[in-house]
């Protein structure tokens, strides 16, 4: 079993390198590079084993590793979060529950391919319990994430500074945005 975050495919616009390339410091050029490197690969995958790996959830996971474990180890690819919630027995200790709070240190429009809040989210929704969610930032796209049952989201930095001002004042950030979202719930205005 081969325990995955995201469900992205090895490549193509949602592909491992176009998905999570920049974030990584690729410029255009360079990714531009990695992408046919990436359609490379695939096309000896397919020749090699005749499976083409972007037909496997997650084959574009940590760099394109979904795709060798799958093929190489034989692994099924299953979703960590739903793995994991399942070994705790998540769904029954949400009973009773009136408040899930969980988070992430960037709530984006990557989240929504199989990571914690979006399974969490999921298994939420379906009970109807709301949500919430801090995070360090919120970029682009996070507000798909209400589709899926975040109910709400705190940011613990209100805009883009750079990595050594965010990790210098994570703590106090951190302390400040759970306050106001504990004063949020004492007070009822979570919806």
Same mark, same amino acid.
Do not use: W
């Given at each position: 079993?081969?325990?995955?975050?995201? +469900?992205?495919?090895?490549?193509?616009?949602n592909?491992?390198?176009?998905s999570?390339?920049? =974030?990584?410091?690729?410029t255009?050029?360079?990714l531009?590079?990695? !992408?046919?490197?990436m359609? /490379?690969?695939?096309?000896?995958l397919?020749?090699?084993?005749?499976?083409?790996?972007?037909?496997?959830p997650g084959?574009?996971a940590?760099?394109?590793m979904?795709?060798?474990?799958?093929?190489f180890?034989?692994? !099924?690819?299953?979703?960590?979060?739903?793995?994991?919630?399942?070994?705790? /027995?998540f769904? =029954?200790?949400?009973?009773?529950?009136?408040?899930?709070?969980?988070?992430?240190?960037?709530?984006?429009? =990557?989240t929504?391919?199989?990571?914690?809040?979006?399974?969490?989210?999921?298994?939420?929704?379906?009970?109807?319990?709301?949500?919430? #969610?801090?995070?360090g930032?919120?970029?682009?796209?996070?507000e #798909?994430?209400?589709?899926?049952? %975040?109910?709400?989201?705190?940011?613990?930095? +209100?805009?883009?500074?750079?990595?050594?001002?965010?990790?210098?004042?994570?703590?106090?950030n951190?302390?400040?945005t #759970?306050?106001?979202?504990?004063?949020? %719930?004492? /007070?009822g205005?979570?919806?």
């Open positions: 079993t081969i325990m995955c975050d995201v +469900d992205n495919p090895l490549c193509g616009p592909g491992a390198t176009m999570y390339g920049k =974030q990584k410091g690729g255009a050029e360079v531009e590079e990695l !992408e046919k490197g359609e /490379n690969y695939r096309q000896v397919l020749k090699t084993f005749g499976k083409d790996v972007n037909d496997i084959s574009g940590a760099g394109g979904g795709a060798a474990f799958s093929l180890l034989l692994g !099924e690819m299953k979703s960590g979060i739903e793995v994991v919630m399942d070994l705790m /027995n769904d =029954q200790m949400l009973d009773g529950v009136d408040y899930v709070i969980s988070g992430e240190g960037r709530a984006d429009s =990557q929504l391919h199989g990571k914690v809040l979006y399974g969490i989210g999921k298994r939420c929704k379906k009970r109807n319990i709301p949500v919430i #969610a801090i995070c930032c919120l970029g682009d796209g996070y #798909a994430l209400y589709e899926h049952g %975040i109910t709400k989201f705190y940011a613990t930095t +209100d805009k883009e500074l750079c990595e050594k001002q965010i990790l210098a004042n994570a703590n106090d951190f302390m400040k #759970a306050v106001r979202m504990f004063e949020d %719930i004492k /007070n205005n979570i919806s």
